[in-house]
């Protein structure tokens, strides 16, 4: 999985913004959670009330890199 660095530089390059405190909640590891189970549409909703709707996009991007769906060639130029 990316680092916090990449998923920062991937939504720099993809949303034109960055916001370490979605990556920090997505990755933050509760109590006996693993990381499959800290990646859910709930949680991007509890960070969106806390952060604001402008960080939805962000969130979804971080899981689907996360999930391999969005890969570092897909919004890198090489």
């Given at each position: 999985?990316?680092?916090?660095?990449?998923?920062?530089?991937?939504?720099?390059?993809?949303?034109?913004?960055?916001?370490?405190?979605?990556?920090?909640?997505?990755?933050y590891?509760?109590?006996?959670?693993?990381?499959?189970?800290?990646?859910?549409p709930?949680?991007?909703?509890?960070?969106?009330?806390?952060?604001?709707?402008?960080?939805?996009?962000?969130?979804?991007?971080?899981?689907?890199?996360?999930?391999?769906?969005?890969?570092?060639?897909?919004?890198?130029?090489?």
């Amino acid at each position: 999985m990316p680092n916090l660095r990449v998923h920062l530089k991937a939504s720099k390059r993809l949303l034109g913004t960055q916001n370490p405190w979605v990556h920090q909640l997505l990755d933050y590891q509760g109590v006996n959670l693993e990381h499959r189970y800290r990646h859910t549409p709930e949680k991007v909703e509890a960070i969106v009330e806390l952060l604001g709707e402008e960080v939805r996009r962000e969130a979804w991007l971080h899981m689907l890199m996360d999930w391999k769906l969005i890969t570092e060639r897909d919004w890198t130029n090489t």
